[in-house]
């Protein structure tokens, strides 16, 4: 089983991530954000990916520290779970409809951190959530698990709905991604490592 932990305080942030590559989708989330909760909990479903997140921080300020460290400390412990690598598919790419939203996910688990995101979102809010943050949780995941991610709003207008395709396509991006080929003897590249 590919299972790692992780813990991460600052004075600003005190975030405790578990996660089991090849789980089912069960979640455990538990932060003040609730709306990134509820993302948190889609991703897990849709990677199948068992996730135990507990985290809390300055949210008196706003969500940005807490939000951006979740992405900091899942994307550092998603890299330890899958060890060296060896045997996984390696690129992962997916479509998600959400009502009249349409996301798209790529990734590539590389080595090189590197994202692309294009998203533009109706709103400033959902919740008590800054939209803006979407973005910053991606790009933390994406530099601390050290792949390439690419992610597209392709059309939407409700901006709950665009949020949720993303992260839906996300999960079953990075899914694809970091299962295991039967047929992949060693590591997935003519270099020998990522």
């Given at each position: 089983?590919?299972i790692?932990e992780?813990?991460?305080s600052?004075?600003?942030t005190?975030i ?11 979640s455990?989330?538990?932060?003040p954000a ?5 993302m948190?909990?889609?991703?897990s479903?849709?990677s199948?990916?068992n996730?135990d997140?507990e985290a809390?921080g300055d ?14 400390v899942l994307?550092?412990t998603?890299l ?6 060896e ?5 992962g790419s ?5 009502d ?9 688990i590389?080595?090189?951190p590197?994202i692309?995101f294009?998203?533009v ?5 959902v ?10 949780f991606f ?8 792949i390439?991610?690419?992610l597209?709003?392709i ?12 992260f839906?396509a996300f ?5 694809e ?6 047929r992949?003897k ?5 270099k020998?490592v990522?």
């Amino acid at each position: 089983m590919r299972i790692a932990e992780n813990y991460r305080s600052t004075k600003e942030t005190q975030i405790k991530v578990k996660i089991n590559l090849d789980g089912e989708g069960e979640s455990n989330i538990k932060t003040p954000a609730f709306f990134l909760n509820h993302m948190l909990n889609l991703f897990s479903r849709h990677s199948l990916f068992n996730l135990d997140i507990e985290a809390d921080g300055d949210v008196e300020v706003d969500f940005h520290h807490l939000t951006e460290d979740i992405g900091i400390v899942l994307g550092e412990t998603f890299l330890k779970a899958l060890g060296q690598k060896e045997g996984i598919k390696r690129y992962g790419s997916f479509y998600v409809p959400m009502d009249e939203a349409l996301a798209f996910c790529a990734v590539d688990i590389s080595g090189r951190p590197f994202i692309v995101f294009d998203a533009v979102f109706g709103r400033d809010k959902v919740g008590d959530f800054d939209v803006e943050l979407v973005e910053e949780f991606f790009r933390a995941f994406a530099s601390s698990a050290r792949i390439t991610l690419h992610l597209e709003a392709i059309r939407g207008q409700n901006t709950h709905h665009i949020i949720e395709a993303l992260f839906k396509a996300f999960g079953r991006a990075l899914k694809e991604a970091a299962a295991v080929d039967p047929r992949e003897k060693g590591i997935p590249s003519t270099k020998g490592v990522l």
